[in-house]
């Protein structure tokens, strides 16, 4: 479990605070069990939750948790509960008092890739930050409670070349840096750090196009290069429209890509088209 090994990595201290870390099952109930557990014996001031979210380019604090279990496979133990409430009383949703941009901020600060999310999905890891944040709003007020997701890590996507990952040493410096920022701003930032897939306008510069796009590192090299090498060719040329240069036009087509794979998965790329191209 690369969230784990990630973890287990971190230092005993960080900002002066003393880091406990527990394992949790990958199981519905049983989870949010045994951080009760550890709630009553160590009285923590945070509880910061780690899971992983393969696909995703950077580590990224969840923003909100919804009052939801709807498991798309089963977990570890054959539980798999579709369309039910976490708990009836709780309210639809809550929100990480984290603060969670301070957070991302820091991280992308140090050179770590992170970004805001606003889904943590309607798994295991939904399922423990929204019961974290459940404990906190009835029993624990003077907790402060979110989640982490990781992307993979290298081993994991050999086979899935269009997939990002990161080191799991990179993975743990992130979450240090994240619970650095954590425990030193009571208090959030106001900053853009949301998850973003392009730049709406991409600039040309002299040496290289500069874009702030979700695209796996391959990518940003090669656009990058063609960039540097000032390649003109027009790919795409229409009356009153902009030109695309094959930079340009690399960096669109594969951020596209990958977007689409994000929400549709793989199989839009086998799909059937009739003879119109639709």
Known sequence: N???????????????????????????????AKIEEAIEIHNPEIVISVGQAGGRFG???????????????EDNEGNQPLDVAIYEDGEPAYFSNLPIKAMVNEMKNNGIPASVSNTAGTFVCNHVMYGVLYLVDKKYPNIRGGFIHVPY??????????????????????????????????E?????????????????????????????????AAAVCLGGCGAVETLYSGKGEK???KAETMVILTTERLRYENVYSEEIWTAEVDGGGT
Do not use: H
């Open 243 to 245: 030109e695309y240069g």
């Open 153 to 186: 890590i290298p081993s994991q996507v050999v086979d899935k070349p269009e997939k990002p990952s990161m080191s799991t040493i990179d993975i743990s410096r992130g979450l240090e840096l994240a619970i650095k920022a954590a425990v030193e701003n009571s």
């Open 188 to 220: 959030d930032i106001k900053a853009v750090g949301g998850a973003e897939i392009m730049e709406k306008k991409m600039k040309k510069r002299k040496s290289a196009w500069i874009c702030r796009a979700a695209v796996s590192m391959a990518a940003m």
């Open 59 to 73: 580590i990224t604090p969840e923003r909100v948790a919804i009052n939801i279990d709807d498991a798309r496979i």
């Open 2 to 32: 690369p969230a784990l090994e990630a973890v287990k990595l971190l230092p005993d201290t960080i900002s002066g605070a003393e880091i406990i870390k527990l394992e949790i099952p990958t199981v519905f109930r049983k989870s949010l």
